[in-house]
T-cell receptor
Framework: QKEVEQNSGPLSVPEGAIASLNCTYSDRVSQSFFWYRQYSGKSPELIMS????GDKEDGRFTAQLNKASQYVSLLIRDSQPSDSATYLCAVNRAGSYQLTFGKGTKLSVIP | DGGITQSPKYLFRKEGQNVTLSCEQNLNHDAMYWYRQDPGQGLRLIYY???????QKGDIAEGYSVSREKKESFPLTVTSAQKNPTAFYLC?????????????FGEGSRLTVL
């Protein structure tokens, strides 16, 4: 059974702070890792993908992957109220069409 | 603009009725997917299709059916055999086999069984 675990939150951070979202996965052969943002009542939107160990930066977002520890994280620098959403972690095997999602972490950025 | 269109956005159904949710994409993507989301839950895969005239069951296919007669279209039928169909249904597509986890989603369809 492939599982993706996330802290459901809510995670509250003040505006301008760094938000750190964490995700662990059980399937050791997972190769691809994704972070989706979902605003309340809306559909998910891909914000980051990471395929290799280490860090990947895109604007205020940094994804971090440690395959040995089966751990992937998302850092949001200079958090803004508009970042308030649920963040879904997702993983799959190379070439697989079956993406496994975590239940999401709800982030609240306090002005 | 390219994207995925789902309809209807809201649907109410009586128990025992089949309903069909529409999903159309103009992104020229080969792969299409249907996910279900329940409150406070992650997304669960119902069906996916890699190419026209082919589709595969996901984790929770029981009580659902799909077809893929055109590249652009991937409708989902929620049958009366689905015991708990009230949920948020999301259609998605992906562009190539190398990055199958990079999904584009439609706006979703909320189904409520009365």
């Amino acid at each position: 059974q492939k599982e993706v675990e996330q802290n459901s939150g809510p995670l509250s951070v003040p505006e301008g702070a760094i938000a750190s979202l964490n995700c662990t996965y059980s399937d050791r052969v997972s190769q691809s890792f994704f972070w989706y943002r979902q605003y309340s009542g809306k559909s998910p939107e891909l914000i980051m993908s990471i395929y290799s160990n280490g860090d990947k930066e895109d604007g205020r977002f940094t994804a971090q992957l440690n395959k040995a520890s089966q751990y992937v994280s998302l850092l949001i620098r200079d958090s803004q109220p508009s970042d308030s959403a649920t963040y879904l972690c997702a993983v799959n095997r190379a070439g697989s069409y079956q993406l496994t999602f975590g239940k999401g972490t709800k982030l609240s950025v306090i002005p | 603009d390219g994207g995925i269109t789902q309809s209807p956005k809201y649907l109410f159904r009586k128990e025992g009725q089949n309903v069909t949710l529409s999903c159309e994409q103009n992104l020229n993507h080969d792969a299409m997917y249907w996910y279900r989301q329940d409150p406070g839950q992650g997304l669960r895969l119902i069906y996916y299709s890699q190419i026209v005239n082919d589709f595969q069951k996901g984790d929770i296919a029981e009580g659902y059916s799909v077809s893929r007669e055109k590249k652009e279209s991937f409708p989902l039928t929620v049958t009366s055999a689905q015991k708990n169909p009230t949920a948020f249904y999301l259609c998605a597509s992906s562009s190539d086999t190398a990055n199958t986890g990079e999904l584009f989603f439609g706006e979703g369809s909320r189904l409520t069984v009365l």
